[in-house]
Nanobody, 127 residues
């Protein structure tokens, strides 16, 4: 089993930046593809970014492309989500997600494919 804990959420003004972190524990020796999924009231769940275990491949939703960056260092843990030029519509609970049933080079682009989930961290962007 794998446990995920997000941190770094908070309140920020539009145009500002936040950096989220996701720390994995448990079977961290596993090759984990990871992603960030957000959920806002009145909106559908959205996978905003994903990264392969290798860190060499990534995916971004059109809504955050060119503003958000997902990354992981050589240790593969933690995983970060750098959020720049934040907009009020980015307000949501952001969840870290992971799956170990993929190759080291696979980017998982469907939220339904993830096996492990964190409890989420609130991001609020004021206008």
């Amino acid at each position: 089993q794998v446990q995920l804990v997000e941190s770094g959420g908070g309140l920020v003004q539009a145009g500002g930046s936040l950096r989220l972190s996701c720390a994995a524990s448990g079977r961290t020796f596993s090759t984990l593809a990871m992603g960030w999924v957000r959920q806002a009231p009145g909106k559908e769940r959205e996978l905003v970014a994903a990264i392969s275990w290798s860190g060499g491949s990534s995916y971004y939703a059109d809504s955050v492309k060119d503003r958000f960056t997902i990354s992981r260092d050589g240790a593969k843990n933690p995983v970060y989500l750098q959020m720049n030029s934040l907009k009020p519509e980015d307000t949501a609970v952001y969840f870290c997600a992971a799956t170990e049933r993929v190759s080291p080079f696979t980017v998982v682009t469907s939220s339904s494919s993830y096996d492990y989930w964190g409890r989420g961290t609130q991001v609020t962007v004021s206008s």
